[in-house]
């Protein structure tokens, strides 16, 4: 075979050869922007979540759309609002409930410190009808064992009541609680009668760990909450 026509095969051989190479590079550049982007979205979706989890107030959607019952970070609104959601705090260290500043609930809406987690919001009857509503905190996710030295205050109307977990060696309350949680998943009820028109109550919920809670040991550290309180009309006139 004459050596100028081997030559001319070698080149298109080799041309052959780069162009599968390049192509089969930018191949693998663009899986590897895909991978990139799958795990962005992967961890963009955890921080929401973890950001919206980790204090979330809602009322009940037929009751909101129906009878009025509407929350606001604010005495005024523009619109009626189902959910609303705090701002989280992340690497909260203990501290003492007596730190908390003492004008904590008067502040709308997140105004969390370094170490603690506050929020006021309202709850508004938007509607026409006189209702008598009940609301419930829950405890929706806790890893750790991090609720054992958990405190909550809630202030209704400026009315404050510190919550906390029964003493593990099942001797009542913590001597800077109001009160016990109600069981294991549920923290508090409230209610509210003769909730009339336009009427607004003012809540008020503060978390943080309790450094002088005994159960507040190193084991807890890295422990995570996730609390919830939801409202309901239970009768409407």
């Known amino acids: 075979m004459d050596k ?12 052959k050869e ?11 550049a663009l899986l590897a922007i895909i991978l990139i982007l799958i795990i962005a979205v992967a961890y963009a979706i955890s921080y929401f979540y973890d950001k919206l989890g980790s204090f979330t107030v809602k009322v009940n959607k037929y009751d909101m759309v129906h009878q009025g019952l509407t929350l606001s970070e604010t005495p005024d609104y523009e619109k009626t609002i189902a ?6 705090v992340y690497d909260m260290t203990n501290i003492s409930g007596e ?8 502040i709308n809406g997140s105004h969390n410190g370094p170490n603690y987690i506050a929020y ?13 509503y009940t609301g419930e905190m829950s405890i929706e996710n806790v890893t750790k064992n991090v609720d054992e ?3 909550v205050a809630v202030y209704k109307n400026g009315e404050k009541t510190v919550y906390g977990k029964t003493k593990s060696n099942g001797g009542g ?3 800077d609680c109001d009160s016990e949680f109600l069981s294991s998943s549920i923290v508090m009820h409230t209610s509210t009668e003769g909730f009339k028109s336009n009427s607004k109550d003012k809540y008020t919920v503060v978390i943080w760990l309790e450094g002088n809670d005994p159960d507040c040991l190193d084991n807890i550290i ?13 009768e409407s006139t």
């Open 4 to 15: 100028k026509l081997i030559d001319v095969l070698e080149l298109r051989r080799t041309a």
């Open 173 to 175: 309350k913590e001597s």
């Open 149 to 151: 030295a958990i405190r």
């Open 222 to 234: 890295g422990g995570t909450l996730k609390l919830g309180m939801n409202f309901k009309i239970t």
């Open 18 to 28: 780069v162009k599968r190479h390049v192509i089969v590079m930018r191949v693998l």
């Open 120 to 132: 006021t919001f309202y709850l508004i009857n938007a509607g026409d009808d006189t209702i008598t």
């Open 83 to 88: 959910v609303l959601n705090a701002d989280i």
């Open 99 to 106: 730190d908390l500043p003492p004008n904590i609930d008067k």
